[in-house]
């Protein structure tokens, strides 16, 4: 089979690779449709998880499969799924105790592109099938399906680790495609008023349209001080940080009110610290609650919001600006994801 992979730090290219083998549990799916994300490019270009060699990338994809292990009960060979990025391993204490994501030690649940070959090939392996692929309804588009798979179920993490109350103020801090949806998940969960923090248009725009009431363009000045004036001074309560190096932590301490959460579902990619504003946190004890997660993968997870957008709660359709037809524009995708043209939200590639 082919594969579009890492070859290595800051090189890509299509590879060959033997095709997956599968256990009991398991499945073989190949894609219809994936799309490159910010991550890969943390992964790649600035070598966040450190060197991998001939790593197939990608974790967003749809698909349909095409052999499935003998103990696979829900899922049989020309069915179509969706594929959670993050597919965890059920038989686990870490499962067993909520926290899926970190099935196997930390950040396990992540396999694809992260530890295992991802979905950019012919052909790619899903764990424990049963638990981890959701059936792709008739009535929900494929690219509205492949943004669940990541940019959706990330951005409501976000909102969710946010604590959000009714009526609560939000700021969300990069408004690329996941904290677009950190917008959106804070509007379900009751929030009045949403800071979308970011300054491209096509970004600011889509920002509104999921529900932010105000825009902070950080070229204008520092984010802090437009955040204090839009709140005469009394900050918000929840920041949800989708983007941005690791010194955005210090503006979201200073703009976050006492008794408040900072949420962070942020991949940093770079820098061996992350810093606190001491004075700002209170000398560590301004009861600024500082939480961040991977976002939850599995089966239930994609059944929840596939019934959030089949009841019209959100339009992940809105985050697709660029579409592409063929799987050599794999490549092409991801470079776009790379160079964050000034129109671009996130592309999908139909493997057609």
Request: proline share 5%; with cysteine.
């Given at each position: 089979?082919?594969?579009?992979?890492?070859?290595?730090?800051?090189?890509?290219?299509?590879?060959?690779?033997?095709?997956?083998?599968?256990?009991?549990?398991?499945?073989?799916?190949?894609?219809?449709?994936?799309?490159?994300?910010?991550?890969?490019?943390?992964?790649?270009?600035?070598?966040?998880?450190?060197?991998?060699?001939?790593?197939?990338?990608?974790h967003e994809a749809v698909g349909e499969i095409v052999e499935t292990g003998r103990e696979v009960k829900d899922f049989k060979p020309g069915d179509k799924v969706i594929v959670p990025a993050i597919t965890p391993d059920w038989r686990t204490l870490e499962s067993q105790q909520g926290f899926s994501q970190h099935s196997g030690g930390m950040l396990a649940g992540w396999k694809f592109s992260n530890f295992k070959d991802g979905v950019f090939g012919n052909f790619f392996h899903v764990n424990d099938a049963d638990m981890n692929l959701a059936h792709l309804p008739d009535d929900i588009p494929v690219?509205?399906?492949?943004?669940?798979?990541?940019?959706?179920?990330?951005?409501?993490?976000?909102?969710?680790?946010?604590?959000?109350?009714?009526?609560?103020?939000?700021?969300?801090?990069?408004?690329?495609?996941?904290?677009?949806?950190?917008?959106?998940?804070?509007?379900?969960?009751?929030?009045?008023?949403?800071?979308?923090?970011?300054?491209?248009?096509?970004?600011?725009?889509?920002?509104?349209?999921?529900?932010?009431?105000?825009?902070?363009?950080?070229?204008?000045?520092?984010?802090?001080?437009?955040?204090?004036?839009?709140?005469?001074?009394?900050?918000?309560?929840?920041?949800?940080?989708?983007?941005?190096?690791?010194?955005?932590?210090?503006?979201?301490?200073?703009?976050?009110?006492?008794?408040?959460?900072?949420?962070?579902?942020?991949?940093?990619?770079?820098?061996?610290?992350?810093?606190?504003?001491?004075?700002?946190?209170?000398?560590?004890?301004?009861?600024?609650?500082?939480?961040?997660?991977?976002?939850?993968?599995?089966?239930?997870?994609?059944?929840?919001?596939?019934?959030?957008?089949?009841?019209?709660?959100?339009?992940?359709?809105?985050?697709?600006?660029?579409?592409?037809?063929?799987?050599?524009?794999?490549?092409?995708?991801?470079?776009?994801?790379?160079?964050?043209?000034?129109?671009?939200?996130?592309?999908?590639?139909?493997?057609?």
């Open positions: 089979m082919r594969g579009f992979a890492m070859l290595g730090i800051n090189k890509v290219g299509w590879i060959e690779k033997e095709k997956p083998t599968y256990g009991p549990y398991d499945a073989i799916v190949k894609p219809i449709a994936v799309s490159p994300c910010t991550s890969d490019i943390h992964t790649v270009f600035e070598g966040a998880l450190g060197e991998r060699e001939d790593m197939i990338l990608g690219e509205s399906a492949v943004m669940l798979t990541d940019m959706v179920t990330t951005g409501f993490h976000g909102a969710e680790l946010a604590n959000i109350q009714l009526g609560d103020v939000v700021a969300v801090i990069g408004i690329g495609p996941v904290g677009l949806m950190a917008v959106a998940g804070a509007k379900i969960l009751g929030a009045s008023r949403i800071l979308g923090v970011g300054s491209r248009k096509a970004l600011t725009k889509a920002a509104n349209f999921y529900g932010a009431t105000d825009i902070v363009n950080y070229r204008n000045g520092p984010v802090e001080d437009q955040v204090m004036e839009l709140t005469n001074g009394k900050g918000v309560d929840r920041v949800i940080i989708a983007g941005a190096s690791p010194e955005i932590m210090k503006t979201a301490i200073k703009i976050v009110k006492p008794g408040g959460t900072v949420s962070n579902v942020n991949y940093y990619g770079e820098g061996d610290t992350i810093p606190i504003p001491r004075l700002d946190w209170g000398s560590g004890m301004a009861h600024k609650t500082i939480v961040g997660g991977l976002t939850p993968g599995g089966r239930d997870r994609m059944e929840k919001l596939i019934d959030l957008v089949r009841y019209n709660r959100v339009d992940p359709s809105k985050l697709v600006t660029h579409k592409f037809h063929g799987f050599s524009h794999v490549e092409e995708a991801l470079m776009l994801m790379k160079d964050k043209q000034q129109d671009l939200i996130k592309p999908v590639v139909f493997v057609d």
